[in-house]
Every structure is written in structure tokens, then in C-alpha cells.
């Protein structure tokens, strides 16, 4: 091959990779020109997101948020079912553009995904047992402990328990929280671990015969909203509406419905994000208490 034929070829395809590259829509593109979002939740773990047994309808805190967001940036919504094993997985092959289904922050989950700033939920597990069955964590060693499939909990579980004792939990994962928790009830397990608040939830009546082992929460967390990696544009542009709903209120009206004293869910800790001064400057906003 000639040399000025080489030195052509190259240019060519230098011309069509930088056309290529300079036409590519960002995320924030796509969805604002597709006029919907869509956005990944869960149905399985109230008060975060589940079905309600009486109108039928997606509910929950995460989707009351999901709500707000599509609100604010314009767009109609298309909530798509996700778990615990899609949750990440369809933000990586793009089936959905926002996953807003209880993601705790990890190191892990960071190389697989983005996240929206800041995290939007204070959390952290507790153990479920029979009441007065189990006094401490320490008397977990060597008993069978319960989780959600793909929960985090099923590495940290054990890492806490062996904390107080060399004695090593048998570990079971079951598809959601109420599983696990009929599980427990049938004594097929000895304690389940989940996120406080939706242990709580998922407990309901059956509270009174049910305790958080020692009343100790552990592995605290964060959630934050799950956006694809690689997309700045998309990414920024839903932490900014996010800011913005911590700074005019529109967190703080769906935290009262779902966490307040008088919500569905109360919580007697506060699980509201807090925004440090020198991250987010006169962003920065003092919770009531």
C-alpha cells in the first residue's frame, strides 16, 4: 500500500471516530428528548418501595422521590421492577437511567455505578430474633442468620458477629424481607438482618414478639440514587435536583410522610442527609429536629 493511501485511511477513519464521537447524545440528552425517565425501584421492601395491598399501586419513600425527580426535570416517569441482582446491573446495560431502590454506598458498588450527591438516607442493620431468644450479638456465632439476596449484609453479618465471638454464623440468603422474616417466624433461621427501617416495616404487628438483638444497630450506611457511570452531564444534573429538594422542602414533606413522628414509618433516630458547609456551601441546611 502506498504511503499517501495509508496516510488517507488513517485520516478517514480519524474523521468518521471523531464524527462518531462528537454526535453521541449524554444521558441528560436522551432522556430530555425521550420525554420520560426511567427509573429502577424495587416492590419488595416497605417503607422504601413496595406494592400497596390496597390500591395495587407502587408506593413508598423511594418512590415518592422518584416522583419529585421526574417532576423536576420535566419528564414523565416509567418505573421498571428492579432487585436486589438487577438493581446495579440494569444502570450497566441501560435499561433504566435512575436506580432509586435502597442502594447502600460501597467501594464495590462504586466501580459498577455513579452516584447522585449527596446520599439521600442515613441507615444501618439491626439483627431480628424471637424475643428473648438471643440476648446478644455474641450469641450469634454458630446460629443460622438470615439476609436478603445481594444485601451486603450476607459479608458484613458475619464480620460483626466474629466482633464478640470466633464462633462463624451459617449464612442464608432469601429473595426479600418477607421471606426472610417467615423464615424467622417458622424458626428456620435464628435472626434476620436487615436495614432498621425496613426490618420495622416488614416486623409490623409481630413486633411484640420480635427484638432487635442487644437493640443494637450496626453497620451504619448510607443510600444514595444510582445513576450510570461515565455520564457527568446525567449525574450532576440529578444531584442538583436533589440539592434542591433539600433546600426547599420537598425532601422534608415526603420525610415527614414516611419518617415523622405522625408518618407511616416513624423513626425515633433522624435519617436525613446532612450537607457539610465546605462540600456544599450555602447549600448547607440545618434539619429540624
Known amino acids: 500500500m502506498k504511503r499517501s493511501t495509508a496516510v488517507l485511511m488513517l485520516a478517514a477513519l480519524f474523521l468518521m471516530s471523531f464524527v462518531a464521537y462528537a454526535s453521541a447524545e449524554s444521558l441528560l440528552d436522551e432522556v430530555t428528548k425521550r420525554g420520560v425517565v426511567r427509573i429502577g425501584h424495587g416492590n419488595t421492601t416497605p417503607p422504601m418501595n413496595y406494592i400497596d395491598e390496597k390500591s395495587g399501586e407502587w408506593t413508598g419513600f423511594d418512590v415518592d422521590l422518584g416522583t419529585e425527580i421526574a417532576k423536576k426535570l420535566g419528564v414523565k416517569i416509567e418505573r421498571v421492577l428492579v432487585d436486589n441482582k438487577t438493581r446495579i446491573a440494569f444502570l450497566a446495560n441501560r435499561s433504566i437511567d435512575i436506580s432509586l431502590a435502597n442502594i447502600s454506598q460501597t467501594r464495590s458498588r462504586e466501580e459498577q455505578m455513579d452516584y447522585a450527591e449527596p446520599p439521600y438516607f442515613w441507615t444501618g442493620k439491626i439483627f431480628y430474633a424471637k424475643k428473648g431468644k438471643i440476648k446478644s450479638i455474641k450469641d450469634l456465632g454458630s446460629k443460622k442468620i438470615g439476609v436478603d439476596q445481594g444485601s451486603n449484609a450476607f459479608i458484613a453479618a458475619p464480620q ?130
Open 160 to 289: 460483626e458477629i466474629t466482633k464478640y465471638t470466633n464462633k462463624k454464623p451459617e449464612m442464608l440468603s432469601f429473595q426479600n424481607s418477607a421471606e426472610g422474616f417467615l423464615a424467622l417466624k417458622q424458626g428456620k433461621i435464628d435472626a434476620y438482618s436487615q436495614d432498621a427501617q425496613i426490618m420495622a416495616s416488614v416486623a409490623g404487628s409481630l413486633g411484640e414478639k420480635y427484638e432487635a438483638v442487644g437493640g443494637a444497630i450496626w453497620s451504619p450506611g448510607l443510600y444514595g440514587i444510582g445513576v450510570p457511570e461515565n455520564e457527568s452531564d446525567w449525574r450532576d444534573k440529578i444531584s442538583f435536583i436533589l440539592q434542591d429538594m433539600l433546600k426547599d422542602g420537598t425532601y422534608e414533606k415526603i420525610y415527614q410522610k414516611w419518617f415523622g413522628s405522625k408518618g407511616i414509618s416513624p423513626l425515633p433516630i433522624n435519617a436525613r442527609p446532612r450537607l457539610p458547609k465546605d462540600t456544599f456551601g450555602d447549600m448547607l441546611y440545618v434539619w429540624p429536629d
